[in-house]
Every structure is written in C-alpha cells, then in structure tokens.
C-alpha cells in the first residue's frame, strides 16, 4: 500500500533555531516527492519538488534531502522565523499519476518568540 | 498573475443535500485537482481534470463528482451529503505535467449539519 509517513507529528523550537523534520514513505513507482508548508486556513504552497536522481534541493532557508534507495527525505529549516509557524506536508507522486499525490499527515511546527 | 480561486469560502449544508464547489485555476493552468482534508484523514486525492477529461480518480464514493469546462474551470459536486463529508476541500491548478508545481487555492469549509 502506498503511504507516506512524518515525524515528528509536532514540533516546538525557539526563533533563530533549526530543525528538521522527516518522511519515510512507500510509493511505488516512485516519481516525485514534495514539500510543501501549510498556514492554518490556507492551502498548502510548494516548497520543494524532487525527482529520483535529484537528492538535495534548497530554497531559500527551506533545504530538502532525498535518498530514494531508503525511501527517506527531510527538510532542513534554517534560522527558523515566527513566520515559520505552519504544518509541513511531505507528499509523494506515483509515476504516471498527475495530481494524485499521497500526502503524509503533516509535521506541525510552532516557533516561539 | 491571479492565483487559484475556489468559491464559497464557507458552506454549511444539512444531511442529504447536495453541493457544488467551484475553482477557477490560474490562467494558462489546464489540469485541475480537488483534494480533502480532514483532521483525522490529513488531505486525500479526490480527481484531477486536464483539458475537460478526467486523467485519475481517488477512492471516493461515486457521490463525489466532477467536470472542467472548456475555459479549465472546474467544479465539484457531493451529493447526498454525510456529516462525514464535513471537511476543507483544496482544489489545486497546474501545467498538467507530471513535474509541475501545483498551485492549491485556500479551500471550501464545507460544514455537513
């Protein structure tokens, strides 16, 4: 069955901080894995985007990691700001399969002034 | 560049009716995707529409229906409503490519009395 699981289910750390959270996932074929930040009340919006032959992909403070052979990816936040405050989504693509992606349940992350 | 609209921003709705969900995609955008979200069930894949032609369906009751017009609007209809079916729902607008970014709007808070 095809699934994607994050850790930790929530997180709490100070503002200037890093973090990183984590997702395992079992898709097969695999195509793609996103990141993608969710604010309360709004949709969610792309953050990463990674292919099979692609094993890290930065953005800003937002850096993803991807080893395809151990079905693992992580996001790295750096110098985390209040504004990080969100619910981080971890969603995988079969191949051949447009916009039916396989999202994780989210990694929510509050940062503390 | 407008983003991806959905329209009403809150319904509420009592068992047995019907709705209709409607998401106007960014311009140029062909493919459009509708997704639930639930607390417990995180976001799940309902359909996605590329050029008035459903290409992929998720697992949901056939009371979940879709089309997309020839201008790449799209709308979303639940039939017979279940207090179930009370949930966020995030259509999301693309290229169509199985690469590209997905741009999701802000939702319908679909509320089921």
């Known amino acids: 069955k095809n699934q994607v699981e994050q850790s930790p289910q929530s997180l709490i750390i100070l503002e200037g901080k890093n973090c990183t959270l984590q997702?395992?996932?079992?898709?097969?074929?695999?195509?793609?894995l996103r990141w993608y930040k969710q604010d309360t009340g709004r949709g969610p919006v792309s953050l990463t985007i990674m292919t099979f032959s692609e094993n890290t992909k930065s953005n800003g403070r937002y850096t993803a990691t991807l080893d395809a052979d151990t079905k693992q990816s992580s996001l790295h936040i750096t110098a985390s700001q209040l504004s990080d405050s969100a619910s981080y989504i971890c969603?995988?693509?079969?191949?051949?399969?447009?916009?039916?992606?396989?999202f994780g349940k989210g990694t929510k992350l509050s940062v503390k002034p | 560049k407008a983003g991806v609209t959905q329209t009403p921003r809150y319904l509420i709705k009592t068992r047995g009716q019907q709705v209709t969900l409607s998401c106007s995609p960014i311009?140029?955008?062909?493919?459009v995707s509708w997704y639930q979200q639930t607390p417990g069930q995180g976001l799940q894949f309902l359909f996605e529409?590329?050029?008035?032609?459903?290409?992929n369906k998720g697992n949901f009751p056939g009371r979940f229906s879709g089309r997309q017009f020839s201008n790449s609007r799209s709308e979303m209809n639940v039939s017979t409503l279940e207090l179930g079916d009370s949930a966020l729902y995030l259509c999301?607008?693309?290229?169509?490519?199985?690469?590209?970014?997905?741009?999701f709007g802000s939702g319908t808070q679909l509320s089921v009395l």
């Open positions: 311009s140029g955008h062909r493919s």
């Open positions: 969603v995988v693509s079969a191949r051949g399969s447009q916009g039916n992606l396989i």
């Open positions: 997702c395992n996932y079992t898709v097969s074929p695999f195509s793609n």
């Open positions: 999301a607008s693309s290229f169509g490519g199985e690469f590209e970014k997905l741009f």
């Open positions: 529409y590329f050029s008035e032609t459903q290409r």
